[in-house]
């Protein structure tokens, strides 16, 4: 297993902290990992920190929490699908750290988090997530709420990567070739573990699409399920970079039939 899939794989959600602040030199490291990400679509994604007790900041599925972290960016096309890109970065940089998070959309006081953030019009700030050192116990509320989605499951490779086209899953040398980067993608994290993305391996090249669910589209949030695209198509891209491959990320659609509900997203040439 290599290092990326092992903390890929390795990390979790957490909702329950032991309550201590984060040391100085873990929140210096975070702040300079955040102002450095990119993402390929050029969309700037601006990360602000901020103390749970000097703006009032709480939610109702957390537990020892005193920081968080919350990402903005400009309403426009692919905001979604690079803010998703862009946090996944930070949240397994934290991992590998030993500190804990977990994407936040809904459960919040908006309202609050927004204007601590200093959200400005035209922008959104379509997730947050709490930052800090993992308890050693999960609450309760935690371990009913993953067992509840199921988290610790995933779909298997062949219902998410096709050949050539959504008729053939993908199987055979292909698929054996491609499978840590497979695996990567199969563990990134998604609302309520819904796993929306579908991706088509053609001439060398990965097609990203979002199998759509009704439910995950706000004003607020932009569309969740793009953003988990956003997740998936990083885990992707970290990978062959950690292969010493030099992905490109584009948006040109190859114009493969697709099933009812999904749309193309981004392609990579590897």
Not at 254 to 267: D, F, K, L, V, W
Request: proline fraction near 6%; include cysteine; glycine fraction near 10%.
């Amino acid at each position: 297993m290599t290092e990326l899939l092992n903390v890929i794989r390795g990390r979790k959600s957490v909702r329950s902290f032991d309550g201590n602040p984060l040391r100085s030199e873990d929140r210096e490291k975070l702040e300079q990992t955040a102002a450095a990400i990119t993402n390929p679509f050029g969309i700037p994604v601006r990360f602000v920190f901020l103390d749970a007790a000097e703006n009032g900041l709480s939610s109702p599925v957390l537990t020892g929490e005193k920081m968080y972290v919350a990402g903005i960016v400009e309403k426009k096309p692919y905001a979604d699908v690079a803010f998703g890109y862009a946090l996944e970065q930070l949240v397994l940089t934290a991992w590998s750290m030993g500190i804990g998070t977990t994407w936040i959309g809904g459960t919040m006081k908006r309202e609050l988090f927004e204007k601590a953030a200093g959200v400005q019009a035209g922008e959104m700030m379509p997730c947050m997530s709490p930052l800090g050192y993992p308890a050693k116990k999960k609450s309760v509320k935690e371990t009913l709420m993953r067992k509840g989605v199921g988290a610790d499951n995933r779909l298997p490779a062949e219902k998410l990567f096709f050949q050539d086209s959504f008729d053939q899953p993908l199987s055979g040398q292909q698929a054996a070739e491609l499978g840590d980067l497979i695996e990567m993608v199969r563990w990134a994290p998604s609302a309520v573990n819904k796993q929306p993305w579908r991706v088509v391996i053609r001439d060398g090249q990965a097609h990203f699409y979002e199998k759509k669910d009704k439910g995950y589209v706000g004003e607020a949030t932009g569309d969740l399920q793009k953003i988990d695209v956003g997740i998936a198509l990083s885990h992707f891209v970290m990978g062959l970079k950690e292969q010493n491959r030099q992905p490109e990320v584009m948006i040109s659609d190859p114009g493969i039939q697709t099933p009812e509900n999904t749309e193309y997203i981004a392609s990579v040439r590897f």
